[in-house]
């Protein structure tokens, strides 16, 4: 997947191209999911595909079930997910993913330290 | 909450009667044989002519008797015994033991082996009984509770009848109690 | 909570019974009557004519290098096939609707899928405390085109059945808070004596 864009420096432009692949692109979204949902990114497992043109991403991950994350409700969450998955990769990457599913396995509680 | 009124309805009257797929698989399976016998007869028939002259011989010999009364009174009995039985199958509610209702933000259903345990234990705590004294039937609308006295100490049947219904209002369930008393007791 | 189409079950066990009923009385009647001698007659001489009619009815099939055949031998098996896979077709769809494990939500951004470990992980949870429950097992199924959980819960012999449905509401509760919508809930009381199942949690 890549899309000739010209790259802008500041104060000069010089032509070249910009060229992401698809392990790196998955590799962005999953780091971003992660982030969003508060699950370690070795536990999300991202896969994207086109479909007639679309970007579509296709994530899965553990439910974060740890008591600070309770205010919002899992379905909350993914639908946060949703939008910061495909805010943040059209800044990082410039491309538009419509349409997002997400299937959440299994479950994630971070351990919590007692400071005595 | 009744947002899921009509669904827990839907729910429960499935889960309470049979679906009668057993019946189904046995009587789909028994079809299926038939039509594979009778298409590879019609294909065998077709193709080898020797078979053919068989059955066209025997066809040609048929009389009054091939017909007789032993076979065609049996025969029929058979098949008017299985169709019988397969329209009540159909006709018939088919209730499975268990009782439902519908328990605010859940449907609830409870086993009838359950309800009759859990109202077994309480009428023989009630009562000062060993478990073993009382035996618990759910009905379709009924609790039968069977109740072995202790040779020479009288059965309070009202505090039996309470005690049943105890059980069954803390679950919401509409059962009736019916309390009887054996007539032979038990020594110990 | 499969959704095996019911009325359909009934409804061709009520045809096969009734054909089977109607085709039975009227052979005993056959048999019993008196006067049925003749229509045995009737019968015998319909066996025997039999062979020559079907010779009759053919098809030319040379063409096709088959020969000339009777109708019947086309027309009885392509009837006996269609019956045949219209029969495995209703086997196959008895018990359909159990997720494998998965509450699946669709909306228009995309779907979202609940494996059913997280919910097992959430109402097991809360019911681990209880002593009176020995097991419960969570399924997913789909009714009436919406995902639906059952939760069955094994209580102990001698268990306040009240109390235990009390603390089950509540484990729905907190599951609905978790999750953040309320899906259709089946609570199955049951013995602890059951066999045989994936998602089990024994609960000490």
């Known amino acids: 997947m890549s899309v000739p864009r010209p790259v802008e420096a500041i104060g000069a432009t010089v032509p070249g191209r910009v060229s992401i692949r698809p392990q790196a692109l998955q590799a962005v979204v999953a780091a971003i999911a992660a982030d969003s949902v508060g699950v370690p990114v070795a536990r999300v497992s991202a896969r994207l595909a086109d479909r007639g043109g679309v970007l579509r991403a296709s994530l ?3 439910a974060n079930l740890t008591a600070e994350v309770r205010g919002a409700t899992l379905l909350e969450q ?4 949703r939008r910061d998955v495909v805010e943040q990769t059209a800044v990082l990457t410039a491309r538009t993913i419509r349409g997002v599913d997400i299937e959440l396995a299994g479950v994630f509680r971070r351990a919590v330290r007692r400071v005595s | 909450m009744s947002e899921h009124e009509r669904l827990y309805r839907r729910i429960l ?7 009668r797929t057993a019946a189904v698989l046995a009587v789909a399976a028994t079809l299926i044989v038939l039509c594979l016998v009778v298409g590879a007869a019609a294909v065998g028939l077709a193709v080898d002519s020797a078979s053919r002259e068989t059955v066209v011989s025997w066809a040609s010999g048929a009389s009054g008797d091939t017909f007789a009364r032993p076979a065609v009174i049996t025969g029929g009995a058979i098949a008017a015994t299985l169709g019988l039985w397969l329209v009540l199958l159909a006709m018939l509610p088919g209730r499975r033991a268990r009782h439902g209702r519908l328990a605010g933000r859940v449907a609830l259903l409870a086993d009838d082996e359950v309800t009759a345990d859990a109202i077994a234990d309480r009428v023989a705590r009630e009562l000062g009984l060993d478990r073993r004294q009382v035996r618990v039937t759910v009905a379709r609308r009924a609790a039968a509770v069977k109740v072995t006295p202790t040779s020479g100490v009288a059965v309070d049947q009202h505090a039996a009848a309470r005690a049943v219904d105890e059980v069954v209002e ?3 369930l509409a059962l009736v109690p019916r309390v009887t008393v054996a007539a032979q007791g038990v020594l110990a | 909570m499969r959704s095996t189409n019911r009325a359909l079950n009934r409804l061709l066990l009520l ?3 009734l054909a089977l009923l109607i085709v039975g009385i009227a052979t005993l009647v056959a048999g019993f009557w ?3 001698a003749p229509a045995r007659e009737d019968a015998a001489g319909l066996l025997r004519s039999a062979p020559e009619a079907f010779a009759e009815w053919q098809v030319d099939l040379s063409a096709i290098g088959l020969g000339v055949l009777p109708w019947l031998v086309i027309l009885v098996p392509a009837v006996a096939l269609v019956v045949a896979v219209l029969l495995v077709v209703l086997i196959a769809a008895q018990g359909r609707g ?11 951004e995309g779907a979202t899928e609940v494996d059913v470990g997280v919910g097992e992980a959430v109402i097991g949870g809360e019911l681990s405390g209880c002593r009176e429950i020995a097991r419960n097992r969570i399924r997913a199924y789909r009714v009436s085109g919406r995902p639906a959980l059952e939760i069955a819960v094994a209580v102990r012999r001698g268990g306040d059945l009240a109390s235990v449905t ?6 729905v509760e907190a599951w609905d808070a978790v999750l953040g919508r309320k899906l259709p809930i089946l609570l199955h009381l049951t013995t602890p004596r059951w066999a045989g199942l994936r998602h089990e949690n024994r609960v000490q």
Request: proline share 5%; glycine share 16%; no cysteine.
């Open chain 1, 60 to 62: 899965t991950m553990p």
């Open chain 3, 15 to 17: 045809a096969v019974g």
């Open chain 3, 34 to 36: 008196q006067g049925a």
């Open chain 2, 13 to 19: 009257r499935r889960e309470t009667h049979s679906s």
């Open chain 1, 78 to 81: 993914t639908e946060l997910l």
């Open chain 2, 170 to 172: 803390g679950l919401g």
């Open chain 3, 98 to 108: 159990r997720t494998s494990g998965i509450i699946r939500l669709r909306s228009p």
């Open chain 3, 166 to 171: 009390g603390r089950a509401v509540r484990a």
